[in-house]
């Protein structure tokens, strides 16, 4: 009997190879499983079926993680306005991990003896699918064909052809990974330091040109609402922005960051919910949390980006982060007003019950009710001693 492995499938170029080389070169028993983490709808699903199945796997399975990748991940994310490099809402890099945790499973559930992923090796994602691989089931042996290779797209192109694989080439000049979290395009344009994506690399394009008006409604930090409609389930709120934004061309942009083994790396991407819910939920904190809590919620929501970013999603550390996000979020309750235009968008203001910014206490820059002047004067003189002492010790001015 041939022995069994299991490929996380996309269907994209680098699966289709490793597909076909694992079984005719391996004489490996193929099963491929997509890992669906929302980017996928069911005509796209059931295209990669049929693509796996012509390329001569034994059995393809959709896995929809979904769900759990919004609980364990995206909440959190949100919850810690996560921008890698102040840009990128590590789309990719926080799918990887929850989407290798649900094919391993499925290995051990089958009885694999291997587990194989398509990942070149100059990139993260080889360092996010073997740590999870090797950390929930080290008796399962891991193949990497393009990585062990080293092929470049030409030479996988080439290999399928010489075996009888039809396919639109010219769509797999770009990598694209699609998720509930954003979409990231890599190729051609993004392996150079002066190019940028041309509009056509998109998938989504500009369709909306009327400026728009809308309301987002956070409850507890998570979006649960969009103009008015509010959604039990916080994963079809995203969808719902997506649908509303997307049009718009919002939430693209090109990320240029350290990638985990020490080589720069560039990735467009295009992310409208994304991008919108993390800086919309980030002016709500603004009006309904103190200083001290936005400081160091800025602290641990960087550690925490930065942990997933590096495939440390199973470090303990992480779960103590999402307690302090978890608690930092009791008044974080309001409604967030956006205006969407071509290419951009505009916060225009938030309603909350939490808001801090009281009248009865004071208007900034117009009237104070809480203190008088005399309040103000001594406070100021108390606040100056310490360096008042300083500069006549020193004369540092």
Known sequence: MKEKVVLAFSGGLDTSYCAKYLSVEKNLEVYTAIANTGGFSQAELDAIEKKAYNLGAVKHVALDVTDT???????YMVFGNVLRNNTYPISVSSERVFQAIAIIEYAKQIGAKYVAHGSTGAGNDQVRFDLTFQILAPEIGILTPTRDLELSRQEEIDYLKAHGVE???KKM????????WGTSIGGKETLKSNKTLPEEA????????EEKEIT????????KGVNGEIFE????????????????????????????????????FEAAAPIIAIKAHQM??????TKWQQYWKEQLGNWYGMFLHEALYFEPVMRDIEKFLENSQQTVTGKVIVKLKPY??????????HDLMRSEFGEYGEKNSAWTADDVKGFTKVLSTSLKIHNSVNHSF
């Open 69 to 75: 990748y919004y609980e364990k991940s995206i909440k």
């Open 167 to 169: 396919a639109d080439w």
């Open 173 to 180: 000049d770009y990598s694209i990974n699609k998720g509930l």
């Open 202 to 209: 998109y998938p989504s394009q500009l369709t909306e040109t």
């Open 216 to 223: 987002l409604d956070y409850i507890a930090g998570e979006l």
């Open 233 to 268: 389930n916080p994963v079809n709120a995203i969808r719902a922005l997506e649908a509303v934004a997307s049009p718009y061309a919002v939430g693209r942009d090109m990320h240029i960051g350290d990638t985990i083994i020490g080589i720069k790396g560039r990735v467009g």
């Open 284 to 289: 709500l904190e603004k009006h309904t949390l």
């Open 344 to 353: 951009n968008f505009v916060l225009v203001g938030v309603e909350s019950d």
